[in-house]
């Protein structure tokens, strides 16, 4: 079994992959940190989401209704009396951990529009969806997909890029220079990395020049 970890022992021979490993390692506290606030932030929409769209996401499935009755199909009960079934949809808001579980689905950016759009046709609780009947909720979700998605997602690979320069300059050893120290080294390879510029005179003797 033990066998499986011998190809960790490259990574003393790979300062860059030590490197990486390390700082995922350290990355954990800051990541889990994060987790609370995502799990905060989900618990605020998730709660906001089930008191304005609970029990909304019904729909009817009109597969065995006739075409003369699709219009007369307004309320949970027109659509039972006609021959359809009353489904919910797999993405609701019904509870907390449903909206929990649909929130979080949207922050990776998966099926988010289908959802918005789905709270957008919501009417009442036992009827039908309309087209376009809650545009306000437009704007509700796509505020949630700044603050869930772009915002939160960054902050993770924020704390993950952060502990990696942390961790390069203790392996590096520049954590013991002052900041004083640290400029006159960055002047240096500056420096260092200069070339001399050619400079022409002219003396006015053709030969020469």
Known sequence: MLRVLRPLRFLKRNLGLKIQVVSLMNAIPGIANL????MLILMIFGIQAVGLLKGMFYYCDETNVPEEALDAIVTKWDCLDFGGDWVNQEANFDNVINAV???FGMMSTEGWLEVMWSAVDSTNIHQVPRRNNQLPFIIFFSLFMVVGSLFILNLFVGVVINTFNIEKEKLSRNNLMTELQNEYCEVLIKCYGLRPLTAVI????????
């Open 101 to 103: 579980v649909t929130m």
């Open 35 to 38: 987790l609370l606030i995502s």
């Open 202 to 209: 002219e003396t006015g003797n053709k030969f020469r020049n």
